[in-house]
């Protein structure tokens, strides 16, 4: 299994993917064509020429995969596959709509190789319960692709001690999922990945990671780091 998991498509001051653009080259080296997935967004005709350009610079060509009968060929006849960010709950239904996401896992699990950023990571996940979008429609299920043996929190946050707003902090939320879960969780600062090759699982990137588990005090990754194997081991 070959995934690339980023917490988001672009950091400030760089552009679409250029914080991760040489991992992605690696991470796709062989292939010739992507098939993007832009479910979680509702309208993608604005930023078309902008994957499309990211892409050919890393020596791809881009195929759409679009909501209709040719879903499932061209899922199970891509070469690489990139799930964009945008809403999970969207990307999620939709990709249950069209009855995609056993291929769509299976094809994974046989090797092709497979990224995302933001959304696109969530759907690796066992479930998007970990998401911090809103529920703009509803999937029949929260099950995800149960790629890796963790949640991932992408665009995770710190907390500002000097700010004055009440609301639940980043940190706050996810100890409040792990009163309901035991499912440990990887909040993935913007500016970080995961890399997964086989059984193995490393963080990359500047920004590191804060990692939750049930029970315990949550602790800080630095990139480059394998991550502990508390976290790799399969769950149940």
Known sequence: MKLLLASSSVVHGTGYLEHCADALREHYA??????????AVGDVSDRRGIV????????????????????????????AVFVS??????????????????????????GLPYAGASAGSNLACPTIRTTNDMPIVQPPTFAALDLVPFQINAHYID??????????????????????????VVGLREGSWLEVQG??????????????????????LVPPTALPAALTAPSG
Request: glycine residues 8%.
């Open 30 to 39: 062989g292939a010739r064509r992507v098939l993007f997935v832009p479910f």
């Open 159 to 184: 907390a500002d001690p000097t700010s004055t707003h009440q609301g639940e902090t980043r940190e706050q939320r996810i100890r409040e999922f792990h009163e309901e879960n035991t499912t440990p």
């Open 52 to 79: 499309e350009d990211r892409f050919r610079s890393l020596g791809l060509e881009v195929d759409w995969l679009g909501a209709d009968a040719g879903a499932r060929h061209a899922v199970l006849s891509a070469e």
């Open 85 to 110: 960010g945008g809403n999970t709950f969207r990307l999620l239904a939709t990709l249950y709509e069209l009855d995609l996401v056993d291929h769509l896992r299976s094809r994974v699990l046989e």
């Open 199 to 220: 059984d193995e699982i490393e963080l990359r990137g500047t920004a590191g990671a804060r990692v939750f588990m049930r029970g315990a005090e949550p602790f800080e």
